[in-house]
């Protein structure tokens, strides 16, 4: 089967909110029975694994999670034999060689950091890959698309961030990040952003989607826009949604931003919340309903179902491959680790 031959890269998956919810010495144990079957199965060769800090741990308690989250990637990929922590190009090229799944770690609106950018040289030295700067609201270094009525740009913090990034080989992604801060990080960007998990606005009027232009963009960076599979920004209706409307996400992006830029993004995220999120508070900030899945699609064991969909809507196997992870897999190549 064309899925399990090709390169699958998987740029967004909280799991390592559920592995820190539990004590220390059930960390990798945890991900070996629960997570390492899904990515397996859904045949994931590389894998992002963001750091997200809830609300709860904020502001005292976020950089203590944050460090937290990332010793949890360090413990798994010490006793997991399957996978391998990668801290460049040519560790993510020896994993696939080696049969193993390449995790990259990353970090979601910075968090714990405020606006000290004089840390980001420490996350880098912690093995962090990729980054965000901004979530739903408003950080010291920039907006998130929540906030995108205020029209703010990066903050002077926000802009050294993006800078001290570049310099350390840090791929800067954009998405959650307001729309002006977006159009800002394209002005100033030096080397490809990406968008680990957003989706097209041109067929879905969401705040968390990207428009044409800032698809075009992200693209005349060298970037790669990988699609969000909430249904919450595919369709109007969650809860009629079909893989169909994740396609149509795909191929209009394709269109716009070229077949090399385009890459995959799920943020399943349904499972992570019901594992971490005590009965009492089961509504989320954002108001999404997070328990609309595409039949099939809520984990990453239904990946395969991707593949299907894309050979049935005419995309040719060269670029269902390009879709499923070449283009992410050729960023990271060239740009992980890599300081300038």
């Given at each position: 089967?064309?899925?399990?031959?090709?390169?699958?890269?998987?740029?967004?998956?909280?799991?390592?909110m559920a592995v820190a919810a539990r004590p220390p010495k059930h960390w990798a144990r945890y991900f070996r029975d629960t997570w390492?079957?899904?990515?397996?199965?859904?045949?994931?060769?590389?894998?992002?694994?963001?750091?997200?800090?809830?609300?709860?741990?904020?502001?005292?308690?976020?950089?203590?999670?944050?460090?937290?989250?990332?010793?949890?990637?360090?413990v798994i990929a010490a006793e997991v034999d399957e996978v391998r922590l990668c801290l460049d190009g040519g560790d993510v090229s020896?994993?696939?060689?080696?049969?193993?799944?390449?995790?990259?770690?990353?970090?979601?609106?910075?968090?714990?950091?405020?606006?000290?950018?004089?840390?980001?040289?420490?996350?880098?030295?912690?093995?962090?890959?990729?980054?965000?700067?901004?979530?739903?609201?408003?950080?010291?270094?920039?907006?998130?698309?929540?906030?995108?009525?205020?029209?703010?740009?990066?903050?002077?913090?926000?802009?050294?961030?993006?800078?001290?990034?570049?310099?350390?080989?840090?791929?800067?992604?954009?998405?959650?990040?307001?729309?002006?801060?977006?159009?800002?990080?394209?002005?100033?960007?030096?080397?490809?952003?990406?968008?680990?998990?957003?989706?097209?606005?041109?067929?879905?009027?969401?705040?968390?989607?990207?428009?044409?232009?800032?698809?075009?963009?992200?693209?005349?960076?060298?970037?790669?826009?990988?699609?969000?599979?909430?249904?919450?920004?595919?369709?109007?209706?969650?809860?009629?949604?079909?893989?169909?409307?994740?396609?149509?996400?795909?191929?209009?992006?394709?269109?716009?931003?070229?077949?090399?830029?385009?890459?995959?993004?799920?943020?399943?995220?349904?499972?992570?919340?019901?594992?971490?999120?005590?009965?009492?508070?089961?509504?989320?900030?954002?108001?999404?309903?997070?328990?609309?899945?595409?039949?099939?699609?809520?984990?990453?064991?239904?990946?395969?179902?991707?593949?299907?969909?894309?050979?049935?809507?005419?995309?040719?196997?060269?670029?269902?491959?390009?879709?499923?992870?070449?283009?992410?897999?050729?960023?990271?190549?060239?740009?992980?680790?890599?300081?300038?």
């Amino acid at each position: 089967m064309l899925h399990f031959d090709a390169v699958v890269a998987d740029t967004h998956n909280d799991l390592l909110m559920a592995v820190a919810a539990r004590p220390p010495k059930h960390w990798a144990r945890y991900f070996r029975d629960t997570w390492l079957p899904q990515l397996t199965e859904g045949g994931v060769d590389l894998q992002v694994l963001p750091v997200f800090i809830d609300d709860w741990y904020r502001p005292e308690g976020a950089l203590r999670q944050t460090l937290r989250m990332i010793e949890a990637a360090h413990v798994i990929a010490a006793e997991v034999d399957e996978v391998r922590l990668c801290l460049d190009g040519g560790d993510v090229s020896a994993a696939l060689a080696d049969g193993r799944i390449a995790l990259v770690l990353a970090m979601e609106s910075m968090p714990g950091l405020d606006s000290s950018v004089e840390l980001i040289p420490t996350l880098h030295r912690l093995g962090v890959r990729v980054a965000s700067i901004a979530h739903w609201g408003r950080t010291p270094l920039a907006d998130g698309s929540g906030e995108d009525a205020t029209g703010s740009r990066l903050t002077a913090a926000g802009v050294e961030a993006l800078a001290a990034m570049e310099d350390l080989g840090i791929v800067f992604d954009v998405s959650h990040l307001g729309a002006s801060g977006v159009a800002h990080v394209l002005e100033l960007a030096r080397r490809p952003v990406m968008a680990t998990h957003s989706s097209a606005r041109a067929l879905l009027d969401h705040h968390r989607n990207l428009t044409d232009d800032q698809l075009r963009g992200v693209a005349a960076t060298g970037g790669v826009i990988c699609v969000n599979f909430l249904p919450a920004f595919l369709t109007e209706h969650p809860r009629k949604v079909t893989v169909d409307d994740l396609v149509d996400h795909i191929a209009h992006i394709a269109s716009v931003a070229g077949i090399e830029h385009v890459g995959l993004g799920p943020d399943f995220i349904r499972e992570v919340l019901h594992d971490v999120t005590p009965p009492c508070c089961e509504a989320t900030p954002s108001g999404l309903d997070v328990e609309a899945v595409i039949p099939g699609l809520d984990g990453p064991r239904g990946l395969p179902l991707v593949t299907e969909a894309l050979e049935k809507h005419g995309f040719s196997p060269e670029e269902i491959r390009l879709i499923l992870g070449e283009n992410v897999l050729r960023l990271f190549r060239a740009e992980l680790g890599v300081r300038r």
